[in-house]
């Protein structure tokens, strides 16, 4: 096996299991520990992997906190967005008091709301707009707003959230990692996804494939407190962690 198809190999392998010893490498690839040694010790200079005691880790990918605008963002993985908000949209029910939150996914779980008896509140400006036009009974959350992402937040909107008790609620996010969980760049975005986590039953991350092992500056909920909606898993590691429907189409 040449060089290059070895590092490959080694990467494919920490992609699916976050962590591997020398000799399970050493094992899988067929080759001395030596030579394994030595492939980590390359592949740690690169920074494609971060070497340990006895094996190496996965490195996740580290985001800044700026953030695109939301018809910038509503425009990348359209078509898996649209996926996972048509999906999403069926587990409503007509008996619901649901909160849907800001972002361009959880937006798209609107475009595919049909008649329903469901009471909805939201934080998303755009979410609330789309609300009103299908004729669905909904509440817009209070606070300061967010040009960037369309949303509310603040003080304000975290006191009017504590006094609702949501059946459902549908969350975006924009990382989700193993040891991080989920995650976004602003603080108060944060305490708003946080807080109405907190007053859910039930709770739906919805996120494409690419917020994978990506992790920003903030982290909102453990990976366990909910369960993901994405059009596909791209590490199984992650389904150990925490309950995670593929959508196909």
Do not use: W
């Amino acid at each position: 096996m040449l060089t290059q198809e070895r590092y490959r190999t080694i990467i494919d392998i920490l992609s699916e299991r976050d962590a591997a010893t020398v000799t399970e490498l050493a094992n899988a690839l067929g080759i001395s520990e030596s030579t394994i040694r030595r492939d980590l010790t390359a592949l740690d200079r690169e920074g494609r992997l971060r070497k340990v005691y006895g094996g190496a880790t996965a490195i996740n990918r580290t985001e800044g906190a700026l953030e695109d605008e939301v018809k910038v963002r509503d425009q990348i993985m359209a078509q898996e967005k649209d996926l996972i908000g048509e999906y999403a949209a069926t587990l409503i029910n007509n008996d619901d008091f649901i909160y849907i939150d800001s972002g361009t996914t959880t937006s798209r779980l609107i475009d595919h709301i049909g008649a329903s008896r469901a009471v909805f509140v939201t934080n998303g400006i755009i979410h609330a707009q789309k609300l009103l036009s299908k004729g669905l009974n909904a509440y817009m959350i209070c606070g300061r707003i967010k040009p960037v992402t369309a949303s509310v937040i603040g003080s304000e909107g975290i006191n009017y959230l504590q006094r609702f008790n949501f059946t459902k609620a549908f969350i975006g996010t924009n990382g989700i990692d193993v040891t991080s969980g989920y995650t976004t760049p602003d603080s108060d975005e944060a305490i708003m996804k946080s807080k109405a986590i907190e007053k859910s039953f039930a709770v739906f991350v919805l996120a494409d494939h690419s917020k994978f092992r990506r992790v920003y500056p903030v982290t909102f909920a453990e990976l366990k407190k909910c369960c993901i909606i994405t059009d596909k898993l791209p590490y199984s590691s992650f389904s150990d962690k925490t309950i995670i429907r593929e959508v196909r189409s």
